[in-house]
């Protein structure tokens, strides 16, 4: 079993390291599940109190293949839809993109382009737990700031990583024990916590109208959630192993062999979803 000390680290193994999952043709593929998935969980792309402009621009940020963005293309078709991100490898070529969406490469860690400062009213951002860095959002939250209009809206989703728990259909918890480790990877000694603070932090940085959802899934999706936490443990795992970290890395794998096996008996981590929303506030709107 993986030393106690690797799983209590979990993903502080990528502080100080750069972007810690994988780009390749299996990595895109569990992007869409994990999105779909989401979505299935929560019923929405965009949450529903946002309101929507008439011929609306929204960036997603760090978008990835960009699914979030087609999905609600097809739902505002006037709207006009920006993707951004340190890289485009998982995303499809400008050539086969629906009309009203453009791609551009972006590090949310640059000076935002001139072009894009308060162009947008609504920048949405997905899964950024190995994107902040030193579990402090603000610096990610001040670029989503200047991205944003004045009334622009922000909707940040992410993973309650400090209350995952374990369920299983017919063996007991304390037979478990990949389970348990899984579960302590997540929580990474408290590194996640910060994802619950996203709203305080947004008032902190003038926002106003700020929310926190959570959404439980149902059983029947528990297998299907635990096995896409073990697709990401996997390429993890890969890049630690070409970070140099082939000790963690050996853990990792064997670790993923046993969750596989509890998982064949019935068990499963259970993380719920968090949907961040938050309007950028204006003088008057602070006073």
Known sequence: MMANSTARSGFQLANGKPYMLERTYSATARLNYQHY????????????????????????????????????????PTATFDGLDISLDSAPPAEWLPQNVTLRQWDIFDDVPPDLVGAYDVVHLRFFMLVVRESDPIPVI????????????????????????????????????????????????????????????????????????????????????????????????????????????????????????????????LMDRIVCIGQRGTPQSRL
């Not at 998935?37 to 529903?48: A, Q, S, T, Y």
């Not at 996203?198 to 959630?225: C, M, S």
């Open 142 to 269: 001040r670029k989503v700031s200047t991205l944003l209009k004045p009334r622009g809206w922000i909707q940040w989703d992410e993973f309650n990583y400090r209350d995952a728990h374990i369920i299983s259909a017919n063996v007991k918890v304390e037979q478990l024990p990949a389970m348990e480790q899984l579960r302590q990877f997540a929580y990474s000694d408290g590194r996640n916590n910060w994802t619950l603070d996203i709203p305080r932090h947004l008032r902190t940085e003038g926002f106003v109208q700020t929310q926190l959802f959570q959404y439980r899934d149902l059983p029947e999706r528990a297998k299907a959630n635990n096995e896409e936490y073990i697709m990401c443990l996997e390429e993890f795992a890969s890049r630690l192993d070409r970070e140099g970290e082939r000790k963690h890395a050996q853990e990792v794998y064997e670790l993923i062999g046993k969750i596989s096996d509890e998982s064949q008996r019935g068990a499963a981590l």
């Open 37 to 76: 998935l989401f979505r299935e969980c929560v019923k929405f792309n965009l949450h529903p109190s946002i309101p929507v402009p008439p011929n609306a621009r929204i960036a997603d940020v760090a978008t990835g293949t960009a699914i979030w963005l087609f999905e609600l293309a097809r739902d505002l």
